[in-house]
C-alpha cells in the first residue's frame, strides 16, 4: 500500500474520534473562553466585549481567593495522608495472609461508593448530638461539636472524609506496584540483616515512587474535582469555609447566573488542570529510568 | 570437619511434601551440588539451608551450630539467587555494599571490600552502572560480588547460571570454581543441568520427588549408579536401559547373555551410549539417525521396537537404514531389578 492511501484510512479511522472530541471538549473550552472576554447579556444591556475584566474582578474577588485557598488546603490535607494511609494498607493486603481477599476488598470499597453514597454515610457520623462522633464522644464524656456547622471543622471534617473515599483508590496502584518488585529482593535483603523498615525504605519506597508520582499527580486532579460531596453535605458553607473551586464555579454559573464570571474560573481551573496534566507527562515519561 | 550438617529434614506445603526426610553434610571448603529434575525440592532444601523457608522437621547444623530456629541473617551464610536479585535502582557499587551498609560497617573499610570484591569479579570499570544497562554475565558477577563481600565462609546458589546462554554459561561455570576455590568458599549449589554438577561438583546428591536417590563424586555417580534414575540423570545421551523383555536375548554375545540368564530378579539391563560398539555378532539393529558432533558420532539405532543410542568418537562409514549388530564389554553392563534398584553382579 502507498504512504498516501495509509495516511487517508489512517485520517478516516481518526474522524469519529476526532469528531467527538472536538463537539464535547475543544469547542465548548473555546465557547467559555470568549464567553469569559464579554459580558453578560440582559434585558437592560447588550453583550459588550469587556476583555480581560472578568479575570480582575477574579483576582479582586475575596471569595475566589477564600476557595481556592480553601482547595489547596484540601489538596495537602488528603494527599500526604491517604498516601500514607494506601501504602500501609498495600503493604498489609500484599502479604500472604489469611482473609487477604477480605481485607483487599474491605480497603476498597469506599473508593467503589459513588460520592453523594459516601457524603450520606458521613452525614449521619458528623451530625451534632445523634451522630456517630459525637455519640463516642459521649461515652467518653467529651463535648460535641457541630462538625460541618463550624467554620474551624467543616474543612478538616471533609479532608478526612476524602481521605477516607481516596486511600482504597490509590492502594490499589500500590498493590500494583508492590507487585511488580521481585519476592527474592525482600529474600536477599532479609539475608543481608535487613530490617522490615530498613526494607522498605532502602528498596520498596524508591522503587514505588513511579506509583507514587502517578498517585501524586491524580490526587491534586481529583481535590479539585471532586465537589460532589457539597451539595449533601454544607453547599460550601458556613461562609464559604467548605467551598471549592468547582463547587463555587457551579454557584456563580447557575445560582448567580453570572456566565461571564463563572467563565472566567473555569478558564483558570482548566489552566491549572492542563499545568499539572503537562507535569504529569513530563515526569511519568523520565520515570523508567531503572528499568 | 562438615561445614554444613542436615538430618532428616522434611518440608511440606499443604498435602505436597517438598522434602522428604533427606539428611546429608557438606564438608568445609567443598563444591557441593543439589541436582534433580524440576520440582523435586532442590531450592526448597536451600531456602530451608538459608533460613528463608521454615522446616516441617529436622535439623541443620551450620559451622558446628545447630541454626534450625536461627533468623537468616545470623546463620553465615550468602546467598545468589537465579534471578541475581539486584536492587534496580541502586547502581552496582551499592548493590555489593547493600549488606555492609546495613551492617554499619565504617565506610572506609566499606569502600575497600567493594573494591577487592569489584576485583575479584572482574567489575572495577562498571560500578556506576545501573543493573538495567548490564548484560547478564555482569549482572551474574554483581550478584556474585554481593555474596563475597558479606565475608560468609558458606554460599549458597540457586541455578545462578540458568538465564545465560551456553558459551557464557561454560565461562561462569569455571570462574564460580575458580573462585570457590581461592576464597576457600563451601558452596552449596543447585541445578537441573548434570553437565554443570558434573564438571562443578565435589559431591553430588541427586534427588528424584523430594527424596535423596545418591550422593557421591560426580565420578562415582556415573561410573556407579545404584537406580535406573541415576543411571539415566547423569550422563549424555543417557544410559540405555532394555528392558528383557524388549529385547531378543538369545541374540546377545554368550558372555553376556550367561550374566543375564543367571538372576531372575534382573529386569532391565543398561549400557552407556559410549560402551556399546558395531561387531560382529550381538543384537541387530537397524541405524535410525546420525547426529555428526565433530568429536564424535551418535547414532540411534533400533531393535525390535526399541530405540537406543551409541557413541562413537570416529565417523565410521555407516549410512541410514543400515543393518548391523551391536554387542558390549560384560564389565560395561548394569543390571537393575523390577524396582529399578542396581543388582551388583
Ligand atoms: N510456597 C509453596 N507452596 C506450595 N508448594 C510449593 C511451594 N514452594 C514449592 N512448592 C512445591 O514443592 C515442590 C518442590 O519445589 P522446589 O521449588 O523446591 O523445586 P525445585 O527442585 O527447585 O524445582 P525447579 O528446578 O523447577 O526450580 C514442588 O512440587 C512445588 O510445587
Ligand atoms: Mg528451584
Known sequence: MKDSTRNIQGWLLFTPAAILLLAFTHYPTVTTFFQSLY???SILRPRRFSGVEAYESMFSDPIFWKVFVNNMWLALGTIPTSIGIAILMALIVNKAIPGRGFLRMAYFTPTMLPMIAVANIW????APEIGLIDKVLEIFGFEGNNWLGN????????????V??????FMVFYLAGLQTISPELEEAAKLEGSSRWNYFWRIQFPLLLPTTLFVLINAFL???KLVDHLF??????PDNASNLILYYIYETAFSFLDISYASALTIFLLALLALTALAQFFFLDRRTHYR | MSAIEVKNLSRSYGDIDAVKDVSFTVPEKSFTVLLGPSGCGKSTILKMLSGLEQVSHGTINIGGADVTEVEASKRGVSMVFQSYALFPHLNVKENIQFGLKVRKVPAEEREKKVAEAAQVVGLSELLDRKPANLSGGQRQRVALARSIVSDQSVCLMDEPLSNLDSKLRAEMRDEIRDLQKRLGLTVVYVTHDQVEAMSMADQIILLKLGEIVQVGAPEEIYNSPNSVFSAQFIGLPPMNILN???IDVSSLDSKIYSAVDSNKNIKDIGVRPEHIVFSKKGL???VKSIDYFGGETVFKLTHKEKDFFLREPRQPKIQLGDQLNVSWNLDDMYLFDKNDQRLKS
Not at chain 1, 164 to 169: N, S
Open chain 1, 39 to 41: 459580558t453578560n447579556k
Open chain 1, 123 to 126: 452525614l449521619f457520623f458528623y
Open chain 1, 151 to 162: 467554620p474551624s471543622t467543616v474543612l478538616p471534617s471533609i479532608i478526612v472524609m476524602t
Open chain 1, 164 to 169: 477516607w473515599k481516596e486511600a482504597g483508590l
Open chain 1, 222 to 224: 481529583n481535590s479539585f
Open chain 1, 232 to 237: 449533601v453535605l454544607t453547599k460550601g458553607g
Open chain 2, 244 to 246: 528383557l523383555n524388549e
Open chain 2, 284 to 286: 541387530p539393529v537397524v
